[in-house]
């Protein structure tokens, strides 16, 4: 998720944590190190690919994103927020407007009221500013778990583990952290990711399965962690990646 004119967020250091309990996984810890630390080689400042101006218009634009491609938000929400990037310019454009914004998102009828809706909670409970805990950013109507996270992470610096669909299917598809749910596998990922790539962590692993891992056909032939893969559905078996050449060499970067 791109960010303009926002400033950066990112934590000097990585965020310390309660040490987590330990839950089974078929990697050891020296793989699971090995394998963020390529990520990281690969993508060294990861970043969502959703267009925001501040944390108001990054909460607006990851509920306008559920079922909706990022590309298709973007278009939509260009326009928009060069005349409503607060709560109050929102609530002055009104939910008609907001509609005509916004329609060629998936079911954009009801993110229209949300967006009215969660601008005005914004203006009367929270002083017009977007709130920093989870509790309360759920309170926020249209906004979920994996919004809240998305939104402590990229406005707030948290490290957090915003599971969407690329999430749970690379969550899923290699064993990392298997869950029938989506709250099931970011616990188990908060748990088995090491410390110091746990803050960047769900954006390289979206960015894996939107570039690399793909949905229809995984293309391993470009994976920089596919010597390290226990994926059943692995296509090809391949020698490590020399890591510590350019990201270009390891498939698509966006």
């Known amino acids: 998720m791109d960010s303009v004119k926002t400033r950066k967020k990112t934590p000097s250091a990585p965020p310390r944590r309660k040490a987590p309990a330990r839950v089974k996984s078929l990697y050891s810890q020296d793989e699971l190190k090995e394998m963020f630390r390529r990520f990281s080689i690969q993508r060294p400042e990861p970043k969502g690919e959703l267009e925001h101006v501040n944390p108001f218009t990054l909460v607006v634009a990851v509920a306008l994103s559920a079922q909706a491609t990022d590309a298709g938000v973007n278009k939509a929400t260009r326009a928009l927020f060069k005349i409503a990037d607060t709560p109050e310019k929102m609530l002055d454009l009104g939910e008609e407007k907001v509609r005509e914004y ?26 017009s500013e977007v709130p920093r805990t989870r509790e309360e950013l759920v309170m926020l109507p249209g906004v979920g778990r994996k919004t809240a996270n998305v939104v402590l992470s990229m406005a707030f610096g948290h490290a957090t583990m915003a599971v969407d669909t690329h999430i749970f299917r690379i969550a899923n598809r290699l064993l990392l952290a298997p869950g029938k749910t989506p709250d099931e596998v970011e616990d188990k990922l908060m748990r088995i990711v090491p410390d110091e790539y ?5 954006h390289w692993l979206i960015l894996h399965g939107r570039y690399c891992c793909k949905a229809r056909k995984p293309e391993c032939e470009h994976c920089v962690i596919a010597d390290l893969c226990k994926s ?13 050449l350019p990201a270009q060499m390891f498939g698509p970067t966006p």
């Open 102 to 127: 916004i329609k060629t998102i998936g079911l954009y009828r009801n993110k229209a009221k949300n967006v009215i809706a969660l601008s005005r909670m914004l203006v009367e409970r929270f002083g």
């Open 198 to 202: 746990l803050y960047h962590a769900h």
């Open 232 to 244: 059943p559905e692995k296509t090809c078996d391949v020698p490590a990646p020399l890591v510590e």
